[in-house]
Nanobody, 128 residues
Framework: QVQLVESGGGLVQAGGSLRLSCAASGRTFDNYAMAWFRQAPGKKREIVAAISWNGGNTYYEESVKGRFTISRANAKNTITLQMNSLKPEDTAVYYC?????????????????????WGQGTQVTVSS
């Protein structure tokens, strides 16, 4: 079992920055692919960014490319999402998720159903 706890959400003006963190505990974290998803009111949960177990491969949803950066520190059992140049459309609940079944550092998976462990989410609100 893996427990994931997100932090760092909040209210920010458009153009501002936030840094989300996800702390993992429980089973071994450093061989799990990880991702950030988000869900806005009335919309489906969508992937924002993903990172392979050793950090060798990343994926970004098109609308966040060049603005968001995902990273991981396996020794600290944490992943982060640095979000810059935030826009009102980035407003959502952001979730950290773990994909323990993907052992291939060359691949990240982007389908929510493939992620076995989820955090409770952290609210990000961007005002215009």
């Amino acid at each position: 079992q893996v427990q994931l706890v997100e932090s760092g959400g909040g209210l920010v003006q458009a153009g501002g920055s936030l840094r989300l963190s996800c702390a993992a505990s429980g089973r071994t974290f450093d061989n799990y692919a990880m991702a950030w998803f988000r869900q806005a009111p009335g919309k489906k949960r969508e992937i924002v960014a993903a990172i392979s177990w050793n950090g060798g491969n990343t994926y970004y949803e098109e609308s966040v490319k060049g603005r968001f950066t995902i990273s991981r520190a396996n020794a600290k059992n944490t992943i982060t999402l640095q979000m810059n140049s935030l826009k009102p459309e980035d407003t959502a609940v952001y979730y950290c998720a773990a994909d323990p079944d993907n052992k291939n550092d060359a691949i990240v998976r982007i389908t929510a159903a493939l992620y076995s462990y989820w955090g409770q989410g952290t609210q990000v609100t961007v005002s215009s």
